[in-house]
């Protein structure tokens, strides 16, 4: 099956800092989406972007479907950004299939 | 309106109980999925509905039993569980077809004592 890779794992921020977010997958795609998952356990959709780029305030994103990627930019960054971002991809039964995220920590 | 609702949310059982976890959504959308989630690790998918027939079911033990009475309405039906069935479980909906955004619902924080 189609695989997902996330990366980094890990990000601690100064509140104020700018940070991308990568997602890597292993075979073309249909649907892509992008979440945050807060502290609570809130899935948040942020993007559904299987190519191209999409903006939304601070957050903006990049799907290069040809070869096989999509970032997620965060800027001037806050600590209600904290929590964990996953990039989903879609599967054959038009389930999504998750990578195992990117936990962030913006620290005040 | 892009809500999905669920309830409750938040779940304590014995091994022993019976208990149903519900999920709603008036978007319209006629797919429905079930995802464990289990701590610090991603959502997986349990079940998928579509058109209120089940389409997907990855392998899910028996002790786990959905059901999807109508386009608006999921359930999980629980009985016999164990303590590592304890995670959070998060119902979605979508459009049919996999070309649509799927919204996720805020999910039930399920222990298992």
């Known amino acids: 099956g189609i695989q997902v890779e996330q990366s980094p794992p890990d990000l601690i921020l100064q509140e104020g800092a700018n940070s991308t977010l990568r997602c890597n997958f292993s075979d073309s795609v249909n649907n892509l989406q992008w979440f945050h998952q807060n502290p609570w356990g809130q899935l948040i959709n942020l993007f559904y972007?299987?190519?191209g780029t999409k903006q939304n305030g601070r957050l903006s994103a990049t799907t290069v479907a040809t070869e096989r990627y999509s970032l997620l930019y965060i800027s001037s960054s806050q600590t209600t950004d904290s929590g964990v971002y996953f990039c989903a991809v879609g599967g054959s039964q038009g389930n999504l299939i998750f990578g195992k995220g990117t936990k962030l920590s913006v620290k005040p | 309106d892009t809500e999905v609702t669920q309830t409750p949310k938040h779940l304590v059982m014995g091994m022993t109980n019976k208990k149903s976890l519900k999920c709603e959504q008036h978007?319209?959308?006629?797919?429905m999925y079930w995802y464990k989630q289990k701590a610090k690790k991603p959502p997986e998918l349990m079940f998928v509905?579509?058109?209120?027939?089940?389409?997907i079911n990855e392998s899910v033990p028996s002790r786990f039993s959905p059901e999807c009475p109508n386009s608006s309405l999921l359930n999980l039906h629980l009985h016999a569980l164990q303590p590592e069935d304890s995670a959070l479980y998060l119902c979605a909906s979508s459009q049919v077809g996999r070309r649509n955004t799927q919204y996720f619902g805020p999910g039930t924080r399920l222990t298992v004592l």
């Open positions: 978007m319209g959308h006629r797919a």
């Open positions: 509905y579509s058109y209120e027939k089940l389409s």
């Open positions: 972007i299987p190519s």
